[in-house]
């Protein structure tokens, strides 16, 4: 998305750099105030980069459970590493969810309730909200407002019960896989 205004374009290929201007016009069927359209940008660009965040850290887990799950196979012969990465394997899913779900209003989507949320509930109601953001040259609702903030809120304690997993538990099970000469998990 873009508004509508005026802007420089750059092209930079085979070390040479051309510049164009482009002004991008408003639909003139689209009766929408600039400072509408502003506040939907504002909404979608947070939206979008909540989305990216959180299928980053999604990917991250589903890294670091491929390697708890090498490593468990190595550490077969050890009862307190197994132990160790098989309860580090189990709070990573926990936190990570199941794939699935999702959706806004009548598709699926809730506000969120006191229970803690896994990294793919919040992207997938983090999408959904951007959908409905997206979805009409128009400003935000009040709703997909109100939405965006809970949602943004239930993903902040989920980010930090992740980023504690990463660091915390981790380095426990790293601490572990170094004393019998294994690789130690990345967790970033």
Same mark, same amino acid.
């Given at each position: 998305?873009?508004?509508?205004?005026?802007?420089?374009?750059?092209?930079?290929?085979?070390?040479?750099?051309?510049?164009?201007?482009?002004?991008?016009?408003?639909?003139?069927?689209?009766?929408?105030?600039?400072?509408?359209?502003? *506040? /939907?940008?504002?909404? %979608?660009?947070?939206?979008?980069?909540? #989305?990216? @965040?959180?299928?980053? =850290?999604?990917?991250? !887990?589903?890294?670091?459970?491929?390697?708890?799950?090498?490593?468990?196979?190595?550490?077969?012969?050890?009862?307190?590493?197994?132990?160790?990465?098989?309860?580090?394997?189990?709070?990573?899913?926990?936190?990570?969810?199941?794939?699935?779900?999702?959706?806004?209003?009548?598709?699926?989507?809730?506000?969120?309730?006191?229970?803690?949320?896994?990294? *793919? /509930?919040?992207?997938? %109601?983090?999408?959904?909200?951007?959908? #409905?953001? @997206?979805?009409?040259? =128009?400003?935000?609702? !009040?709703?997909?407002?109100?939405?965006?903030?809970?949602?943004?809120?239930?993903?902040?304690?989920?980010?930090?019960?992740?980023?504690?997993?990463?660091?915390?538990?981790?380095?426990?099970?790293?601490?572990?896989?170094?004393?019998?000469?294994?690789?130690?998990?990345?967790?970033?």
């Amino acid at each position: 998305m873009a508004l509508p205004g005026k802007y420089m374009v750059k092209l930079t290929a085979a070390g040479k750099t051309m510049s164009a201007p482009l002004e991008i016009k408003m639909d003139p069927r689209v009766k929408t105030s600039q400072a509408d359209l502003e *506040r /939907q940008f504002a909404l %979608a660009s947070k939206l979008a980069a909540s #989305v990216g @965040e959180f299928s980053a =850290a999604t990917q991250r !887990s589903e890294d670091l459970r491929k390697q708890i799950a090498a490593q468990s196979k190595e550490a077969e012969g050890n009862a307190e590493l197994k132990a160790a990465l098989d309860e580090l394997e189990k709070k990573i899913s926990g936190v990570t969810g199941t794939a699935g779900g999702g959706g806004f209003g009548g598709f699926g989507l809730t506000a969120p309730d006191d229970k803690p949320k896994t990294l *793919r /509930q919040v992207s997938a %109601a983090l999408g959904g909200l951007l959908g #409905v953001v @997206e979805s009409a040259d =128009a400003a935000p609702t !009040s709703d997909a407002s109100r939405s965006s903030e809970a949602w943004e809120a239930a993903g902040k304690a989920t980010m930090q019960q992740w980023n504690a997993l990463q660091t915390t538990e981790a380095s426990h099970v790293n601490a572990l896989l170094e004393k019998v000469h294994l690789k130690p998990l990345k967790a970033n």
